[in-house]
Structure formats: structure tokens, C-alpha cells
């Protein structure tokens, strides 16, 4: 594996903030590492390098920017349990919230935080040998995480233009939304986002409660919850990165098998396995398990029937010790059934990842601990429902113009909300054209 390869991740607003909680309390865990940094013995193993920058001393320090327009997320970070882990100057907040508006996040407010962050980028990238790209957690629906997190990307593009951008968006559900105008903030967001990201994983709150309540039994689930199942299924994703397998799968990898078009980049997040932690003694599922697993909606981090539509491209990242020959007769059992359906113009479809591994349970966390685990990203046309369902809900309210002078006040003209519902109604027409 390339040693030093480093992503620097940004967590935007209050949705990217808590999830950066629950993502660096599982990093430390299996790079071993203490709250106060502490304890990396880097010359025996220098995996950690990707996301931590370890000095001699053993003192690892996160590649990593938390940005909020306001402070009260990032202070629960500055007092708690992981207060001497993240340098001071990587947690930037303002003073005034961004009031759930897509125009105060990116326009009027996020002006005066833009600088101040990207500085602090620049820092970050100075103590990167060979930076191979950017992961941004936010939330769409939200006025930080919508805004900032756009006008960041945009920056990103702008003065990184080469290194990778991948995103995790906290995307809006189905029938759950904390916030009215979630759909004005979405299709502005997506829309702006679209050219300046290269990858973007799609997650949202109700798929993530489903999966709490139905298969971990936590019945009532707080954020914390939810967050640390999202914190598990990203460990997956970036394991190549910072440890050794037998086929390792790094940023660009994604998005060379994942992305057919340049907008087509929306992939969906399924984990396995998906067990709560009063039955670790008892259950340890197979590779075959594993796979059909993946496959099955209910494990799916996103609220979207992948059965309605149809595959382009899958990567399964494996994790443990697993013999790709065993992955093999899965895949091949599970096509010849043709219980998946994949477009016509694509032959091979599957990407694969081992990495040696294996997963580690938080504790006190609501999974079982698993000598094995699969996170499967899948760019599916389903997800065009997804789009479907937001776009509605934006143009019931546009129809009447309810909301919308909170956001001309702020920045917006009226042709930058219609632009940017045409974008969307266009991507969803290229989801249709390529199921054909």
C-alpha cells in the first residue's frame, strides 16, 4: 500500500459536526490512540498517517477542519471527552446561526468565514506530503451544511483543483424532516455542489432510524446512535487507506469504477452486518451472508428501493480475513440468480475491496462485534426517487412562493431557485435515459 497518501475531512454544520464525534472516536480506537492523542507508535505503524499527522513524540494530531456558523456544537467538542485530540485552530465557529437558510450559510454570513477556513486548509495541506484529496461531511438540508458546505466545495475546486472531493450528505427523508424549508436548501445545495464534487454518498435520517429500531433494537435512537452507524460504514470506506489488504481501493478508485458520467455520482451505502450487540456471541456471518446482505434494502443507509431501478457499478469493501475466492462464488451465485439487475452496457459491475482489518465496535455502541463486515457503495438509478421526492416537495412550495423572500432577502434571486430545480429535473431525467 502507498504510504502518506492523506485526506484532509471537513465537517460542516451541526449534522457534519456531531458525525465528526462519532468518526474520530472510532478512528482512534483502531489506530490506538488515546483521547489526548497519545500512543501512536508511528515507527512500527505508519497507517495512521493518512488521517493523523504523528510527530516523533507519538503525539497524532487529525487532518481535519470542523467549521460551524455557530458555536454551541463545536464547544460540546471543545469540553468533551476528545477536547485535546483536535488542534485548536481546526475548530473555527461564528456567532450567529445560519437560521436553516441556504443564502445566510453561502452568501451573507459564510462570507465571513470562508477565508478563516481556508487559511486553516492551506495549513493542513502544507504538512501533507503527497494530499490525495478532501471528505466533507454535511447535511443538505440544513442552512450551514447547504451553504458553507457548498461555498467550501467551491473553494476546494477552485484552489485544489486536482485533489479528490468526496462528500457524505445527510440527505432529506421521506416522512422525518427537523427543518420546513429542507427542500429549498437541497436542491440549492445539490445544485451548486454538482460540478465541484467528484463523489457524493448519500445517507438519511429515517433509513439510519429504521435501522437502529429494526435490526440493532434501539428503540428510541438519539443522533448519537445514528452517527456512529454512519461513523462504522465510513471506518469501511477509508480502511485502504490506512491499513493493509489483499486489494486495496483508494479515493480515485471510487470514482474511476463508481462514476460512469461526471453527474451521475451519487452512490448509496449499505452495511453489514447489521446485528445488535446481544447477539456478537452467537452470530458470525459468512462472506456469502455478507454479500446478500448488501444487497437487501433494509440494510441500505438511504430511504430508495434499489430494486426499482438498476445497477451501473457496485464496490464492496470487504473487511477481515476473507479469501476473495469466497467473495467469487457470492457474486456469482447472487448474478446467476438474477435476484440484481445491472444495466445493459455494463459487464463486470462489481469493484472489490479486502482489507486484513477487522472491524472494531465502539463501546457501549449499538453493533455487535464482527470479525467481518461489508460496506457495498452502489451507484443505482433508484436514487433518481430519491430526487423525485425532493423536487416535488421544493415545487409545491416554490409554486406558492412560501419561504421565499427569507431567501431573496439573503442573496438569492428568483433565477438561481428556478436554475437550479431545472438542474435537478435534468438529473433526474439522466437517470431515466441511462435505465433505458
Known sequence: MAKNREIIQLHVGQAGVQMASACWELYCLEHGIYPDGLFCDCSINEDCSAFFSCDRSGQCVPRVLLVDLEPSVVDEIRIGTYRDLFHPSSLLTGCEDAASNFGRGHYRLGQTMIEPAMDRLRKLCEHCSSLQGFMMFHSVGGGTGAGLGTLLLERLGEDFGKASRMEFDIFPSPKISPVIVEPYNAILASHVAMEHSDCTFVLDNEALYDVCDRSLSVREPTYTNLNRLVAQAVSCVTASLRFSGAINVDLLEFQTNLVPFPRIHYPLVTYAPLAPGSTARHEQPTTA?????????????????????????????????????????????????????????????????????????????????????????????????????VADKFQRMYDRKAFFYHYLSEGLEEQDLTEAIENIRTLIKDYEEIEK
Not at 344 to 364: E, H, L, R, S, Y
Open 289 to 389: 451472508q455478507l454479500t446478500y446482505e448488501c444487497f437487501e434494502p433494509g440494510n441500505q443507509l438511504v430511504k430508495c428501493d434499489p430494486r426499482a431501478g438498476r445497477y451501473m457499478s457496485c464496490c464492496l469493501l470487504y473487511r477481515g480475513n476473507i479469501a476473495p475466492i469466497e467473495i467469487n462464488r457470492a457474486l456469482l451465485e447472487m448474478r446467476s440468480n438474477r435476484s440484481i439487475q445491472f444495466v445493459d452496457w455494463c459487464p463486470t459491475g462489481f469493484k472489490i475491496g479486502i482489507n486484513f482489518q477487522p472491524p472494531i465496535a465502539v463501546p457501549g455502541a449499538d453493533l455487535a462485534r464482527s470479525d467481518l463486515a461489508c460496506c457495498m457503495l452502489a451507484n443505482n438509478t433508484a436514487i433518481r426517487t430519491a430526487w423525485t421526492r
